[in-house]
Every structure is written in structure tokens, then in C-alpha cells.
């Protein structure tokens, strides 16, 4: 929350302890943000875009146990989809 900018590039990667369903909003953040929803091996399930200051929930439609938010369209420019994998081995018991 209180984002004003995240470079293109980088990003915020939240872990849980296990799968489950996620939702996240975008109170108090001011920049379109793209989250991923992934699995416990990384695999991305979905992607979805966020309007900043929205407080609508973007919810995964299955469990996962990764999200990664980005500036919005990054996965798109980097040719990033679902089914492709986020490195997640140092994040793993």
C-alpha cells in the first residue's frame, strides 16, 4: 500500500504458508499494478490487471500460494503467461 511507483523490472512477491484461495486490492496504491497468482511450484495460474486506489477484489479462482504484483502489462511485455514458472525454490521449506 502507499506505492506511488515500482520500476519497471521489479515487483512485490507475497508467499504464504500454503495454497488457498487469494484476494488482493489496491486501497491506498496509486500505480496500475498486474498481479500473478502462482502455485507452491511456481506455476502461474492467472493473471490479472488492478486499478490503482481500487478496493474491488481481485481474487484467485483456485488456490495458490504465490502472488506477484508488477507495473501493470509487464507480464504481457516480458511474454510472460500462465503456465510459465516463478523461481519459488528459495521461498520453499
Known amino acids: 500500500m502507499f506505492r506511488e511507483e515500482v ?11 500454503r495454497e488457498e484461495i ?6 491506498n496504491t496509486y500505480v496500475p499494478l498486474s498481479v500473478a497468482y502462482a502455485d507452491r511450484s511456481g506455476r502461474i495460474l492467472e493473471i490479472h490487471d488492478m ?4 478496493l ?6 483456485r488456490p495458490a500460494r504465490y502472488a506477484l504484483e508488477v507495473p501493470r502489462g509487464y507480464f504481457e511485455r516480458a511474454g510472460i503467461r500462465p503456465g510459465d514458472l516463478i523461481d519459488v525454490a528459495s521461498f520453499q521449506e
Open 22 to 27: 487469494l484476494s488482493f486490492w489496491m486501497k
Open 51 to 54: 486499478e490503482p486506489e481500487s
Open 56 to 61: 474491488a477484489p481481485v481474487r484467485s479462482s
Open 7 to 17: 520500476p519497471e523490472g521489479t515487483g512485490m512477491l507475497f508467499v504464504f504458508e
